[in-house]
Structure formats: structure tokens, C-alpha cells
């Protein structure tokens, strides 16, 4: 059973949409994650959830906007689409906040391509 | 601030030869240090983590760091290479922030197996 899934993988549209990217855990874990790599591979978290409460978020765009219904799900809501929003969005997850170390699981990761 | 240093952008190495790649953090406190593996179009695979104690760590697929505070080095390693090594390798510090827990990369290594 795969750890963390995220759909769709691969989502190619318009600039100037909105979509959406799911992602679920199955690992039990209390916190979640959203992770951006851009162009030249470089990884940046972009948002942390605790038991759907938002904790970090990295001076993301507003169109950029997190969904957590419950701690095993994260979604990841994009407005107005922007070419510069190219990217592969990993999802993750981890056990318990405010412990430092815990191993972080990561998704397989949604390649966006705005066109 | 926290950064991770991957100062090799590529390396190529023949198939069996031995491998180190080098990753370089700072970060005041104790760090947590974790090398990600990433293969063509695949999302990350974890292939090791130090948190504490013995400063050498084993990892998945043969792989091995070694954590030296006085360098603020965390290398990777591995005796010899196989084909299938051929990916992109993330070194990441990761610490607390605001009650989770957050994942700094270095930019990457890229690897290339020759035959």
C-alpha cells in the first residue's frame, strides 16, 4: 500500500485555471506537508498542517490555498494559474509536531505544467 | 539562517567505482540530516537519516554517511556504484519551526553512471 499518494501525477492546463492536487497518508501521521520543485530541482516547502491546523506557511501566493479535511488528507488548491507555477508539488507527512527528527515521508509527487 | 551546501552539481562516476558526495549545513543547534534520493520522473526515496549517537549511518541500497560536527558535514558514500545509482541526491537539514517540522534541501547532486 502506497505511504502517501497524490493525484493526479501528471496535470498539464491553461494559464489562468484553477486545479486542484490531493494528497493522502495512511501512515497514521499527525502532520502533512506541501513541497515545491521548481525548474532546476530545487525543494521548498510551501505549507505544514497539524491535525488540520495550519502551521507553516513560507510566503506562498494567495492563490496558493491548502485544504486539510481531516489529518490524513492535504490538499492543494491552486487559483489563476501562472506559467511560473510549473513545478512538481510534493505531498508528505510525518508523526508527531514539535519533535525534532521525525522522518518525512514524501509522496511521488504531481508534475504541473501550465501552458 | 539554516542552509545546506551540495557543492557538486554533477558527478560522474564509472559503474563500480566508489562514490562520495558532499553536503555541508548550518544550523546552530543539533541537526537532524537526511539524504533523499530521486530518480527520473520518480518522487523522493529516503536513503538515510542521522538524529544522534554513532556518527556513521547505514542507509538502503548499500548507501552510508557520515556525520562530522567539526566540519558540519554530513557526506554520502558508497563503495560501489551500480547503474541503477544513476539519480538526483538531496541532502536536508530538518529542525522545528512553529510546532512542525521542516525540511531544508541543498539544490541537489546529479549522478551519472558510466558503463
Known amino acids: 500500500d502506497t505511504a502517501v499518494s497524490q493525484t493526479p501525477k501528471y496535470l498539464v492546463t491553461q494559464m489562468g485555471n484553477d486545479k486542484s492536487i490531493k494528497c493522502e497518508q495512511n501512515l497514521g501521521h499527525d502532520t502533512m506537508y506541501w513541497y515545491k520543485q521548481d525548474s532546476k530541482k530545487f525543494l521548498k516547502i510551501m505549507f505544514s498542517?497539524?491535525?488540520?491546523?495550519?502551521?507553516i506557511n513560507e510566503t506562498v501566493p494567495n492563490r496558493f490555498s491548502p485544504k486539510s479535511p481531516d489529518k490524513a488528507h492535504l490538499n492543494l488548491h491552486i487559483n489563476s494559474l501562472e506559467l511560473g507555477d510549473s513545478a512538481v508539488y510534493f505531498c508528505?507527512?510525518?508523526?508527531?509536531?514539535?519533535?525534532?527528527?521525525?522522518?518525512?515521508?514524501f509522496g511521488e509527487g504531481s508534475w504541473l505544467t501550465v501552458v | 539562517a539554516q542552509s545546506v551546501t551540495q557543492p557538486d552539481i554533477h558527478i560522474t562516476v564509472s559503474e563500480g567505482a566508489s562514490l562520495e558526495l558532499r553536503c555541508n549545513y548550518s544550523?546552530?543547534?543539533?541537526?537532524?540530516l537526511f539524504w533523499y534520493v530521486q530518480s527520473p520522473g520518480q518522487g523522493l526515496q529516503l536513503l538515510l537519516k542521522?538524529?544522534?549517537?554513532?556518527?556513521l549511518v547505514q542507509g538502503i541500497k548499500g548507501f552510508e554517511a557520515e556525520f562530522k560536527r567539526s566540519q558540519s558535514s554530513f557526506n554520502l558514500r558508497k563503495p560501489s556504484v551500480h547503474w541503477s545509482d544513476a539519480a538526483e541526491y538531496f541532502c536536508?537539514?530538518?529542525?522545528?519551526?512553529?510546532?512542525?517540522?521542516?525540511?531544508?534541501f541543498g539544490k541537489g547532486t546529479k549522478l551519472t553512471v558510466n558503463p
Open positions: 544550523y546552530g543547534a543539533t541537526p537532524y
Open positions: 536536508a537539514v530538518g529542525f522545528p519551526q512553529g510546532g512542525s517540522e521542516k525540511l531544508v
Open positions: 508528505a507527512s510525518s508523526r508527531l509536531q514539535g519533535i525534532s527528527g521525525n522522518t518525512i515521508y
Open positions: 542521522y538524529f544522534s549517537g554513532d556518527t
Open positions: 498542517y497539524n491535525n488540520k491546523e495550519l502551521i
